[in-house]
């Protein structure tokens, strides 16, 4: 039987050794007590300065405050060389971490926020939202619609065109982008226009194991223990993993039935604990009659992303460009 048999991915060691020197940051960072040592974290969480002046393959970076008392602010990429076009499609990213790791200027999530600006080609905007524990549920969902509200009067490049917006984020990030679209078809925006969400491998959870969850319980980075005390510190005090924020299709999720949704992508790796949520998230949107594309690469880890040598990293820019193209 499936749940039996217990495959590993075919990865190369330099990959292997890394998301094992991540999982043993996450564990030896986070206490029982559910608080974190940022000290710890701050030394090895590697940072990416901006780059406005001298492009890097391509793009040049700028950060811009949106509220300096929150810590929320937004990398801006712009690709310096671009086709034809007189402008250029903007992607509000929303970067993973459990809620509680890793930044917007966070190597990992700089390289890849290049990587996407560069390629697609378009414009790349990756918020930098407050971590839990510090800050628990709504403050992310708080900065996510106040980062869509600022940009409808942000000045950004020319280039940049706001009435083709996707909101994109990768595992809690992906969450993120989830609830701020929910939030976002409340408000009357000036310029921005939500044209769709991209959702890589989205953490979602509930009381009840899934198959995957069992199946792959002790992976890297996700593991039933981490995603555990993740969930624990980012949820307020006395909730459960059946919250509508955390179980977005269970028993206490709202239907989106009457909300103007956008279309959206789902990315599913085969070997992320994950994925059973994944494909759960993508048959309830379509039951709430939103457009919806399931994108799965069977050999994938999760957080496969991170790594540009990997090819279903290309498989994935590839794909989201195939998604913006026709949802543009």
């Avoid at 990959?15 to 020197?21: M, N, T, V, W, Y």
């Avoid at 590697?46 to 001298?54: F, I």
């Avoid at 990587?115 to 790349?124: M, S």
């Amino acid at each position: 039987m499936a749940s039996e048999t217990k495959p590993k991915p075919a990865l190369p060691w330099k990959i292997k050794l890394l998301l094992s020197a991540y999982t043993f940051a996450v564990n030896t960072s986070r206490r029982p007590n559910g608080t974190v040592n940022r000290r710890l974290t701050t030394f090895l969480d590697l940072k990416s300065p901006p780059s406005a002046t001298k492009p890097i393959h391509g793009v040049t970076t700028s950060d811009t405050t949106i509220d300096s008392s929150l810590n929320l602010w937004f990398r801006l990429y712009t690709p310096t060389i671009t086709p034809t076009t007189t402008s250029l499609p903007v992607i509000v990213y929303f970067h993973g971490g459990g809620f509680v790791y890793f930044s917007a200027n966070t190597k990992i999530y700089n390289r890849f926020c290049r990587g996407l600006a560069g390629t697609l080609p378009a414009v790349v905007v990756s918020v930098n939202y407050r971590l839990a524990p510090e800050h628990r549920f709504p403050s992310q969902f708080d900065d996510a619609l106040d980062a869509l509200k600022f940009l409808d009067d942000a000045v950004l490049p020319p280039i940049a065109d706001l009435s083709r917006c996707f909101i994109t984020g990768d595992s809690a990030g992906a969450n993120i982008a989830h609830h701020a679209a929910v939030r976002a078809a409340e408000e009357e925006f000036r310029r921005v226009k939500i044209a769709g969400v991209i959702a890589v491998q989205p953490f979602f959870g509930g009381e009840k194991r899934t198959e995957s969850e069992l199946r792959l319980a002790r992976v890297p980075l996700v593991s039933t223990e981490i995603t555990d005390w993740l969930w624990r510190a980012f949820l307020p005090e006395k909730s459960d993993r059946n919250h509508e924020v955390v179980n977005v299709s269970g028993p206490k999720s709202a239907s989106i039935s009457g909300v103007k949704f956008p279309a959206t992508m789902v990315v599913v790796g085969g070997f992320d604990p994950l994925q059973d949520r994944q494909r759960r998230y993508h048959g309830w949107l379509k039951k709430c009659g939103v457009e919806t594309c399931l994108v799965e690469y069977p050999n994938a880890v999760h957080a496969f992303y991170w790594f540009p040598e990997l090819p279903e990293s290309s498989m994935l820019i590839r794909d989201v460009r195939d998604f913006i193209q026709k949802h543009e």
